[in-house]
């Protein structure tokens, strides 16, 4: 037992592990690079994706795919922005509003996902295109957010020593991540994700509420993608039906290169921060060399998500074979 236990850690040790020398590459290679304020910049220019793949880790651990994500993105961040330009709406209520159609977007797909046994990558595909036509119907161009408490929203952080803040963007990351911590491993409802995405129907024999679970999955999930739309949209000043194109791939891919199998049942939130990280390394590096296209950091991502699919390909071989 204990040696599986060791191998199920496997892809984790190897995402710190790279993480870890990706980013000492990094600052030996660059003068300023390893600094709070850099530092700092991971997470707030990296936010939004870190949120929506806080919410695809446990689509991905319970053996599903949300190929939406990205298309709630850019509908949530125009709505927010033409409710409160056109509509003189507040923003903490658009704000509530956009959340609760992820929130009810994700519930209805796991509804279609459950009590009609469609696959997951089928309902969310049409989620994304549902999702995304709804964004351009709203509005077909970008409208900037000019309302005093947006504003003073990008003035809210945590200080730190010098001269860095820890903006909100980042602050929400990091908030959706504890909890996520706390949900996937710490509640009944996490539990049961593991369970689903290790043998559903060992689950069912078990008496664990499956359905209910999925429908709870995907409903956070969706809540996620609307509040990293929320979050760009803090980033950014604005909306834009656009954003997002891409993104659930991004988040994705932070996921499985921070350990999750894509077969569901083994995977660490921690792991997805990881992830997140170190596609923020890359991208930051990319850009402190200066002469570098910007798609080499696709390329760079591309080629980690394979080796890590590989990996994880070798851990499910070696487990299948000494009985896991």
């Known amino acids: 037992m204990r040696i ?7 892809p984790l040790a190897a995402t710190a592990l790279v993480l870890a020398l990706v980013y000492a590459a990094a600052a030996l290679g660059y003068p300023g690079f390893f600094s709070l304020r850099v530092l700092v910049d991971f997470f707030k220019d990296n936010a939004f994706v870190g949120v929506a793949a806080i919410g695809m880790t446990f689509v991905i651990l319970s053996g599903g795919i949300d190929l939406s994500v990205g298309a709630v993105v850019g509908f949530t961040s125009i709505l927010i922005a033409t409710l409160v330009r056109d509509h003189s709406v507040h923003p903490l209520e658009a704000v509530a509003l956009a959340l609760l159609f992820g929130s009810a977007l994700g519930a209805v797909m796991g509804c279609l996902i459950h009590f009609q046994k469609l696959p997951p990558f089928l309902v969310t595909l049409a989620g994304m ?3 995304r036509g709804l964004g351009f119907l709203v509005s077909g161009e970008s409208i900037g957010i000019k309302h005093p408490f947006y504003s003073r929203l990008m003035d809210v952080g945590l200080p730190l020593p010098g001269s860095a803040t820890v903006p909100l963007t980042a602050l929400v990351f990091l908030a959706v991540f504890a909890a996520g911590v706390y949900l996937a491993h710490f509640t009944k409802f996490g ?13 069912l024999l078990m008496g664990l509420a499956v359905g209910r679970t999925k ?29 997002g194109i891409g993104t659930e791939l991004d988040a994705i891919a932070a996921v499985v290169i921070g350990g999750t199998l894509l077969s569901g049942g083994v995977g660490y939130v921690a792991g997805t921060l990881m992830g997140v990280l170190i596609l923020g390394v890359i991208q930051t590096a990319i850009a402190f060399q200066g002469n570098l296209n910007t798609w080499w950091t696709k390329i760079a991502v591309g080629v980690l998500l394979l080796v890590f699919i590989l990996l994880q390909n070798l851990v499910s071989r070696v487990s299948a074979r000494r009985g896991g």
């Open 4 to 10: 599986a236990i060791k191998r199920r850690h496997i």
């Open 191 to 203: 539990r049961t994700v593991y369970a689903i995405g290790g043998n559903e129907p060992s689950a």
């Open 129 to 131: 295109f549902f999702a």
């Open 215 to 243: 429908i709870l999955l995907y409903t956070l999930n969706g809540f996620c993608a609307s509040l990293a739309g929320v979050v760009f949209s803090l980033y950014a000043q604005a909306g834009n039906p656009t954003w």
